[in-house]
C-alpha cells in the first residue's frame, strides 16, 4: 500500500540476520544513519554488504558507491543523502520504497501565535493547579 | 465545607443519589502533604493519559504496513494531532516519574509493612503494568526504536519459553504482533490497570493511609478525603500544563519507517537499567527484571525489622539506596556506551 514493507505481517518467519539484498542493507545503513549520535560503523558495513549484493532491484548503485566513498570520508551525512537517492521511488519500481517514510519527522518550537498561546494555556494550567493544589 | 444555599441544595440532590459523603471521610493531615498525595498525582496523569489516548487511537493504525504513516498522519493532518501526541507521550514520562517517587517513598517510609504487605503486592503489579504500557506505547510508535523495542517482546518469549506463549509472534500468526500489542496497550493492560487500581484504593480506604515514621498528628486539623483528591486534582493540572508546555516547546517527533535486522537505538531512560543488564549479559539480563519485581514481592518478608522510627528502617534503607544504586549505575552505563547488538 504504502511501498514500503517495515516488517513482514506476521513476523513468524524471522528475516535472515544478515539479509542478502541490497535495498534491505540500504535502508538498513539509513537507518544506521539517522539515529544520534548516527552509527557509522554499522552503516559502513551494511553499505559495504550492498555493494556486493547480488539481488539490487530498487536501488541506484552507483549512489551506494557514492554512499561508501563519503562514509569512508566520515561524512555521515552526505552519505545518508546518497543512500536516500540510491532508494528509487516505489511508483517507479516494484522493488522501490516510498522516500517520504525514510525522512524522520522532527519538528521543532514554532514561534506561532498559536504556540504562544498554548503556552499561556500551559501556564494558566499550572497557575490554577497551584492554586487548588494550596488552597 | 459551607456552600451557598442553592448549591447546597445541588449538593443534597447529586449526594441523595451517588452517596457522594461518602467520600468526605476523614484523612490525617500528612495525607495531604506532596509525599503522601503522590500516588493520587499518579491516578490524575492517568486520567489524562486515558484522555489523549482516546483522542490518538481514532486516528492511528495498528497495522506494520501503516502504523508509521497513521503516526506522520497525527502529526502533519489531525487538527492538533502534534500536541495531543505531545501531551500523552510527555505525561507518560511525568506520570511514571511520579509513580517512581511514589513507590520510594512507600518503601523509605515502610508502608509495606502489616497490614499493608498485600497492598504493597498489588502496588508492584501496578508498577509493572505501568512499565508494560510505556513499553507497548514504545513499540506503538513503529519506528526504527519501536521495532527494536519488539525485537524485545519476542526475545523475551523466547526466554520464557511455554510461558512466553502470548508475547510470541507464533501465538497468532495471521495477526502481526504490533497490532497485538496495540491491543494489549488500549484494553488489556488498561483493563489490568483499572482492576489493580480499584483494589489499590480499596486496600488504602480498609487500611488507612499509612502514618509517617516521625511526625505526629496535630489533632485540631481535619482533612476529607475530598481534599485529598482535590490537591491530586491540583497537581492533575499541574502536570497537564507542563506536559502541554513540553510538547509545545520540546514537540515530538517520529523517526524514519522502520527496518528489521538492526540495532542502532536505544531504549527510553526508563528501560536504561535494563537494558544495561543486556549489555553485560546478553539477552540473559532480561531476567534482570524479574528479579527486580521478584525483589519488591519479597521486600515485606525479607524485612523483619519492626523497631519504630527510622531507627528500624537503617537495613531496608540500606538495601533500597543499593538497589536505586545499583539500577543507577546500570542506567548511566547503557546511555554512555554506543547502541549494542544483541540479537544480530
Redesign the interface.
Known sequence: ??G????P????AQ?????RDAL?LV??A???L??SPP?VA?ATE?VLKALFAQDTRGVDMPRVRDAAQALGAEDAMAAAAYLMKALRPAETAPAGV?RA?????????AATPA?YG??A??????????????? | MTLPSHWKRVWTAVDARLALHNFLYEVPAYANTLPYVLGAITLAGLVILVGTGILLGQFYVPDPSAANQSIRAIITQVPAGQVIRGIHIWAAHLTVVVLLLHVVRVYATGAYRFPREANWAVGAALLATMLALFYTGTVLRWDQLGIEALKHNIAFAALLGVFGGWFSPAFSNHVPLLTRLYMAHVSLLPLLLFILLITHIYLVRQHGISAPLTRSEPAAVRYTFAQHLKKAAGYGCIMLGLALALSVIFPVGEGAAPVSGIEVTKPPWLFLPLYGLENLFGLQGLWGAVAFFLWLLAVPILDRDRAPGWNGRRRALTAGAAVLAALTGLGMFAWLTQPVAHFH
Open positions: 500500500m504504502l514500503l514493507s517495515p516488517l505481517a506476521t513476523t513468524a528475516p535472515p540476520a544478515t539479509p534491505t535502508r538498513q539509513l537507518a544506521a539517522e539515529v552509527d554499522v551494511r516510498d517514510l525514510l525522512v524522520p519527522v522532527r519538528p521543532r518550537f504556540a498554548l503556552l494555556a500551559a501556564a494558566l494550567l499550572i497557575g490554577a493547579g497551584i492554586l487548588i493544589a494550596r488552597e
